[in-house]
């Protein structure tokens, strides 16, 4: 039995409707494939271009020449070496009127190694204690930012027995210095070197010519062996000079290159050498790495014509500092 003629008409307008849903749900479904192959087109483009593109990565570099790193393909690791350096105000390192940096010998070696290395390296300026420290009275130890890794290394610090018990050293770039005791021009008040008992003396905290060192000179030095109120730790130069113009202390214990070169203070003592086992090199921690690279590059460093200019460097583009002459501290020469 067919169905009526309403029947009939109802039948095909639903037939009709489910067709026009299909059309427009493959419309759809047209619309969506060609934009996906679109988008799929320009980032296969975008990422073609990005490869033939060569970045420069922005350099960070020991101060000094700035020369070195310019290019990804010198990199071979993106990590950068934080060293540490201090104002000594010598020729070693001191602060530059001109540019605000630290400059002298030290920087300038630092900043050859990096470049030798292919390291991208950065001096990190702090004060002296946060790599070694000793207060009057008390064991010398690691300073804070070492011991907490603040830096990969200090730079040039001396080898020194107290020292290697905490710390890792590289190869040395320099000879160590001597030491002697320093006081006002013409000695005003007679201090004799060789007899020091009760004598009130003055540091430089952190170096190497510290009280421990002084205490190595007994039986040369009568009195070496200080007691905590005879002790008078400096953070400069400068306060242990104003120290000694008080007449807080009766003389300077240090090393050679605070006096070299100075007219407000005088040489009262023989050149001592009982402060080291070794000369300058880079201090770390024993679990870090730098030392690793350090001592292939610096070995290239110190065979090269490079390292002979940096040492005469030390008399001509930092000869208005005072400090070392090159053969008091430069291997070879």
């Not at 020991?62 to 010598?90: E, F, N, P, Q």
């Not at 605000?100 to 900043?111: H, K, L, S, T």
């Not at 202390?249 to 040489?267: C, N, P, Q, W, Y």
Request: proline share 3%; hydrophobic share 35%.
């Amino acid at each position: 039995m067919e169905p009526s003629s309403s029947e009939k008409n109802l039948y095909r307008k639903d037939s009709s409707s489910e067709s026009n849903g299909h059309s427009t749900l493959y419309l759809v479904l047209l619309v969506a494939a060609v934009c996906f192959a679109f988008a799929a087109f320009i980032i296969a483009i975008v990422s073609l271009t990005k490869q033939n593109v060569t970045s420069s990565p922005s350099v960070v570099n020991v101060g000094g020449s700035g020369g070195g790193l310019t290019s990804s393909a010198d990199y071979d690791d993106d990590k950068v070496w934080l060293i540490h350096t201090g104002h000594g105000g010598t020729n070693s390192e001191y602060i530059s009127e001109e540019t605000g940096r630290v400059e002298g010998f030290n920087p300038d070696i630092m900043n050859a190694v990096c470049r030798i290395a292919n390291k991208n390296c950065a001096l990190v300026f702090d004060v002296y204690t946060n790599c070694w420290d000793n207060n009057a009275g008390e064991t010398a130890r690691g300073g804070v930012g070492m011991m907490a890794g603040w830096f990969d290394a200090c730079g040039a610090w001396r080898v020194k027995p107290e020292r290697q018990r905490t710390f890792a050293f590289s190869d040395e770039f320099s000879r160590g210095p001597y030491q002697g005791f320093v006081t006002l021009p013409g000695n005003p008040k007679d201090f004799n070197w060789k007899d020091i008992t009760g004598k009130t003396i003055g540091f430089l905290d952190g170096f190497s010519a510290d009280e421990h060192c002084l205490a190595k000179t007994e039986g040369t030095i009568v009195g070496a062996v200080l007691q905590e109120e005879n002790i008078k730790h400096c953070i400069d130069f400068d306060e242990c000079y104003d120290l000694l113009v008080a007449e807080t202390i009766d003389a300077m214990f240090f090393s050679a290159s605070k006096f070299r070169g100075r007219t407000e203070v005088e040489l009262v003592s023989d050149e001592l050498n009982f402060c080291g086992v070794g000369g300058f090199g880079m201090m770390t921690r024993f679990d870090g790495k730098l030392i690793d690279w350090w001592n292939p590059a610096q070995a290239k460093l110190l065979a090269s014509k490079e390292y002979h200019e940096i040492c005469q460097d030390v008399k001509i583009t930092h000869g208005h500092m005072p400090g070392y002459a090159p053969e008091d501290f430069c291997l070879g020469l």
